[in-house]
């Protein structure tokens, strides 16, 4: 069963939806910065996000460098935004609200 | 106190003592490609270079996407390669000897 992309009313509610990620130039995918105190609070937070990940079935592609991480949100399986990306999304924003 | 760039000698030996390491083109660091069975192993690869970074003070630049894990490094403090990145990659590839 294909995943279905977000529809154009889905994608229009995106900006107020998740107000703090933005559109990856080029790709139907979102992505979102974050900045910790040191390694292991960034490392803390990529704990919680792979047990999101790995409780939704549906991964980053993200990267780290010492307090940094970024984090895009595609569905490959649909070749682009779906809403298993905006769930990942609201999920990891719940882990700093 | 500054850290100091690997030597000329140390470099001419990366090849042979890192051989599954590559230079990264246009930058002084290594870097290696890793590719696991999905992302439970590919996380619990990370875990553990997290445990190892932490341990020795030196970090990676590094990015994950599901069962793929780039690791790059450098040191920052040296403006380009130094011993510590040697130290690490050893320590890396000794997890999956």
Redesign the interface.
């Known amino acids: 069963m294909a995943i279905e992309r977000l529809t154009d009313a889905e994608r229009a509610r995106l900006a107020t939806d998740l107000p703090t990620w933005r559109m990856v130039e080029g790709r139907d995918a979102i992505t979102r910065s974050f900045r910790f105190k040191d390694?292991?609070e960034a490392?803390g937070f990529m704990?919680r996000v792979?047990l999101l990940?790995?409780a939704q079935n549906h991964?980053?592609?993200?990267?780290?460098?010492?307090n940094r991480v970024e984090i895009t949100l595609t569905t490959h399986d649909a070749g682009g935004l779906s809403a298993r990306d905006v769930a990942l999304a609201r999920a990891i924003d719940s882990l700093l609200a």
């Open positions: 390694f292991s490392w704990a792979a990940a790995e991964h980053p592609e993200w990267s780290n460098v010492w």
